[in-house]
């Protein structure tokens, strides 16, 4: 089945449902495609208290399932399945899923970013209970609690020393013995007496799956191969993130590491923005997502009205030589 749009969003997290919002309420009637994990990263959240308007914080589930009624409120359809092929080369641009083919005059790619984890079963099943992938997000939780980062890199070291406002006591877990941090972010981690170093170190475990949050960490010494437990609050695991942007390489312009390249949220290609954490390297946060999805919304909507009116002055223009035809045959 082929389904004709104007404007198209891949992505149901907090970028691509606010630039659903937007599109939909400029009467645009906009298709959401949600992806294999409607809602986004959001959705395995618990407590979510620095998006603004909830004083009280707010589940992050409950967030996305309010933003999707909203959505939905002025409009917007979406599409429970996931983009199996997206074509930039044509226009319409087509997007395949695996029950329809969509043709569209924008698209707005809001895949988002994937966490990178250490692939341990009790991570899983502790995530949003003790286990997180970002610091800035869930450190308020942890106020004079015992916790340990796990990385080497800037983000890691920057998680830390951010934590050290809150935590009692940071533990940095390392499997090498120097870092890829800078050198200025490694020496201001370690002049910082909160945190506590474990290098040529990995984790083994986390627990306590059994009930439900984090109260222990077990490492491994890679140099002695000895196991030791340690009683944790809480496991931050900044080991990076990979953009969820394969499905567009070799069409749109990407930076080394696989995020879209963006002016502002304009792509390399007329008429397909990006939001979120697929182009956003820096920031990570549900309300910068919602912010650049807005502006999506708002480049698209400019886009399709440049379009008509280019469109219009072309009709006149062909109008206008057709009648001047007419009159030198008259």
């Known amino acids: 089945m082929t389904i004709r749009k104007k404007v198209t969003i891949l992505g149901s997290g907090a970028a691509g449902l606010t630039a659903a919002i937007y599109a939909a309420r400029a009467d645009l009637e906009p298709l ?52 199996e092929l997206v074509d930039m080369t044509k226009r319409p641009f087509v997007v ?79 499997r090498r013995d120097s870092f890829r941090a800078s050198k200025i972010m490694a020496d201001r981690a370690k002049s910082n007496p909160k945190i506590k170093f474990f290098l040529d170190t990995i984790v083994e475990d986390i627990f306590d799956v059994s009930k439900g949050e984090v109260t ?12 030791q437990d340690y009683k944790a609050d809480g496991v931050f695991i900044a080991i990076g993130h990979h953009p969820n942007s394969d499905l567009f390489k070799g069409q749109l312009k990407m ?44 480049e698209a909507q400019w886009y399709l009205e440049r379009l008509e009116h280019e469109s219009s002055k072309k009709n006149n223009s062909d109008s206008n030589s057709q009648k001047a035809v007419a009159g030198v045959h008259e």
């Not at 620095?50 to 009624?69: Q, S, V």
Request: a negative charge; proline letters at 2%; charged letters at 20%.
């Open 96 to 174: 395949q899923t695996s029950g329809e083919e969509v043709h569209t005059d924008t698209l707005i790619i809001c895949t988002g970013a994937s966490a990178k984890w250490l692939g341990l079963e009790s991570e899983q099943k502790l995530m949003g209970h003790g286990v997180s992938a970002c610091a800035t997000c869930d450190a308020f939780f942890f106020k004079e609690k015992v916790v340990f980062v796990v990385g080497g890199g800037d983000t890691a070291l920057e998680e830390a020393i951010f934590l050290t406002r809150f935590a009692s006591e940071v533990n940095l877990v390392h």
């Open 216 to 227: 222990g960490i077990r490492l491994k010494n890679l140099k002695t191969s000895q196991s």
């Open 32 to 83: 959401v495609i949600q992806g294999l994990q409607a809602g986004g990263q959001l959705t395995i959240t618990t407590d979510v208290e620095n998006f603004p308007g909830f004083p009280n914080g707010i589940l992050g589930p409950t967030l996305m399932e309010e933003m999707h009624k909203q959505a939905e409120r002025f409009g917007t359809q979406f599409i429970y399945d996931n983009a």
């Open 255 to 298: 930076n080394e590491n696989g995020y879209i390249t963006t002016d502002g949220v304009r792509t390399s290609i007329p008429g397909v923005f990006a939001a979120g954490d697929v182009q956003d390297e820096t920031y990570k946060q549900a309300i910068t997502a919602a912010g650049t999805g807005c502006a999506a919304a708002l």
